[in-house]
DNA sequence: CGCAATCATATGTCAGACGTTTAATTGTCT
DNA sequence: AGACAATTAAACGTCTGACATATGATTGCG
């Protein structure tokens, strides 16, 4: 763990990229158990606080957590799949929100990534996945569901799709591609129309996949992606169109 | 912004949740300005050390800035996709590293994932993005170069072709992948031969991109894939053999 | 020997203070 | 009056010292 030079500025920040780059290169393994705070404040010759908001930077990264008492500290934490899903999910929301990505720009990318996956989807399918995709596309079928509640079905059909590649690496990288797409989702209007065809397009993906059939799931998510984008276009008009009469 | 519960623990995570929450829901737009420390601390009923973790937890995550001086403060950070990439590599590789995932397994989602846009790329390819991988091939090909630096130049030509997709938000969920292999890549020692074979599907691929040819493309790259895997797979069967001699 | 009380350690929080940066204000000189 | 310099005020960055709380280890007693 390296010095900061006498800048006395950024202290934490500069504390947590040495106590970073140690975790990253590897010099302190997972379940080390760091220094104490005071020990910390030692030997970077700085205040307890300083030490804390750079340990409290790690945490939010989660790479470090903390446990009080006696044989308590901050340990290097083992990062897992799943705590970073959240992350991955939230940054992905912010940036499409803050960055005025267009519906098409998301929706062409979570598409591509999604058939990128279909191939080991439909090699490596469980019983399990296939359940959870078809009783998505059931709950979608029902008559009361709110825009709100068929998009967020429509997302966990795609992430069960996803999942069922079996590949973790897959399944991370494109959480944020297909969860971050729900607030853009929650925009359109769905018609009973548009969530027959939709649900049909999904229990044919569903059938590609329970086949093993890669082409056919290909295919249909195709259609599927073409039409989302189609439906987008017209909401899009439409409020381009009430604009003009304002 | 909501109060936290009477519980007297984690004050500092409850504080940088009820932020984190009213920036998602764009309560807080981007730019915004937040209360000073000495304000929020009166707000939310606790001390300014408290309300600075919370802050810098904040400013892990690049929710927000700070600046000093008279017009200081913290303020909401439009989250950019150059930002979000950094961040992305560094969770990825720790999650990579630290969950023991295998060679085959990283190697499998990233070419998955990179001949999911191989058709946006040879569609969209500029010249720029041709003269970057026509260059990294070339650099690949120069006689002294390390281990270490052939994957760089590896990395390097494939967030090219990435890049060449044309989609912000797939070379972010792409970046993390790709750049996450490269400590793994760095395990593998390529002789002139293997390297002499890479740089030729490198040059196969550039050429299929430049011809605007997808199904070329997604050919060189399945072989540059199947060839990465049985790369490693020497690597491990060679190491599992001297540790049979030990 | 087992259990309870005590202790030591380390994090979580607080209060008050000082230094530094930065922009706005004020004041002075031409 | 206008331009430039000095002052001021606001806010973050840091430090010191202290107390509260959680928790494992130690000690002491029955």
Chains 1, 2 share one sequence.
Do not use: W
Not at 89 to 104: G, P, R, Y
Not at 114 to 139: G, I
Not at 143 to 158: N, Y
Not at 216 to 226: G, I, K, V, Y
């Amino acid at each position: 763990m390296k010095i900061d030079p006498a800048n006395p500025a950024d202290l934490s920040a500069q504390i947590a990229k040495a106590i970073r780059d140690a975790i990253i290169s590897g010099a302190l393994p997972v379940d080390e158990r760091l220094p104490s705070e005071a020990e910390l404040a030692e030997q970077f010759d700085v205040s307890r606080p300083t030490v804390r908001e750079a340990l409290k930077r790690l945490a939010a990264q989660s790479l470090i957590r903390t446990q009080r008492g006696a044989t308590g500290g901050a340990f290097v934490n083992r990062l897992r799949f799943e705590d970073a899903y959240g992350q991955q999910i939230t940054t992905s929301t912010l940036l499409l929100s803050m960055n005025d990505v267009s519906f098409a720009t998301a929706c062409e990318a979570r598409y591509a990534l999604e058939r990128a996956c279909a191939p080991l989807s439909a090699a490596r399918r469980t019983a399990d996945h296939l359940a959870t995709m078809r009783a998505e596309a059931h709950r979608q079928s029902q008559p009361g569901l709110t825009d709100e509640a068929f998009c967020a079905s429509d997302v966990a059909f795609h992430r069960a799709l996803v999942d069922a590649a079996g590949n973790p690496v897959l399944s991370y990288q494109l959480a944020g591609a297909v969860e971050a797409m729900q607030p853009l989702m929650n925009m359109i209007t769905f018609s009973a129309r548009d969530r027959e065809r939709i649900i049909a397009l999904h229990t044919a993906i569903a059938d590609a996949i329970e086949a093993q059939d890669s082409a056919q799931a290909d295919e249909n998510l195709a259609n599927l992606a073409a039409y989302t984008q189609e439906l987008a276009q017209d909401v899009i008009a439409k409020r381009a169109a009430k604009a003009r009469e304002k």
